[in-house]
């Protein structure tokens, strides 16, 4: 049984990178648990979508959509930045990770950091860091985050004891 | 005589971006007071100094160089995150901010940061984050700040309570 649950879990809850539609999907009210977050036109929206899209994988956003409901249901973003320490190294920073309030509870928010931290390793990344203040789900609650730094070290494994 | 030691360190330390020559001004040198910063080629530098060059406003490195020994004695660098909160808002991030030993006790690290600062409100920025671990100098001695997150919560003049 639990193996099924967790396969239709699987299916339930798509996790990819941000589209367009996603606006329509309630994108900008999961933000607003976050941080300010006012609505804005389509024209805005679809300025900064490209502006993004523009950098290609240098800047991602992660959600993942309820798909049975069409909602975007958790968040996070990453961008690498390109530095001249560590023999001209990169580093990945975490940004606005938020978890919808009706969908605590199933590690979603662990989801969402690992596919960024997958990003991180893709991208040949020295360290991940998490900036963000994130609101995310640990276990059977939920957990605020507001922390700055390295929480990796070089090692991104080390986020999972985190969330 | 105050007026005429503060107009000569004007002269002395001069504020700018960063050049490809100051490879060979010790930038690479200073940045090891920070961190891991091996010595790269002069083609790793340059591809890396390329890289940054084509985000153009987006991502900025500020030195500080002492014209009177050709050397650059500060540095801190800048980015600037596009996000969705905040309006579609823009954030920046300053990182790897660094005085070299021999220069400290200047308030050269707020003036690198002073730097930064107003390139975030020329970029319409609403808040500043000091991501970094800083080596800079406060008053006549010098501190390692080491801090995550928001130190400005949008009023970026609040650095000045900082460094």
């Known amino acids: 049984m639990q193996t099924e649950t967790a396969s239709s879990n699987e299916e339930r809850y798509q996790v990819r990178k941000l589209e367009i539609t996603d606006k329509n999907k309630g994108f ?9 977050c006012d609505s ?11 502006e993004l899209k523009s950098n290609g994988d240098d800047h991602i956003i992660c959600v993942i959509e309820d798909v049975s409901r069409s909602k975007i249901v958790a968040t996070g973003s990453v961008f690498i930045e390109k530095k001249f320490v560590w023999s001209c190294g990169k580093a990945e920073h975490i940004e606005d990770v938020v978890v919808d309030s009706s969908a605590r509870g199933m590690q979603l928010g662990k989801k969402v950091i690992g596919f960024l931290a997958d990003h991180a390793r893709s991208m040949g990344c020295y360290k991940v860091i998490l900036d963000c203040s994130a609101v995310v789900d640990v276990g ?14 070089g090692k991104i494994e080390r986020f999972d004891e985190v969330v």
Chains 1, 2 share one sequence.
Not at 40 to 50: G, I, T, Y
Not at 140 to 153: K, N, Q, S, T, Y
């Open 28 to 36: 900008m009210e999961l933000l607003q648990q976050l941080t300010v």
């Open 40 to 50: 804005v036109s389509d024209e805005v929206f679809q300025k900064r979508f490209e």
């Open 140 to 153: 059977g609650g939920f957990l605020i985050v507001d922390v700055g730094g390295d929480l990796a070290g």
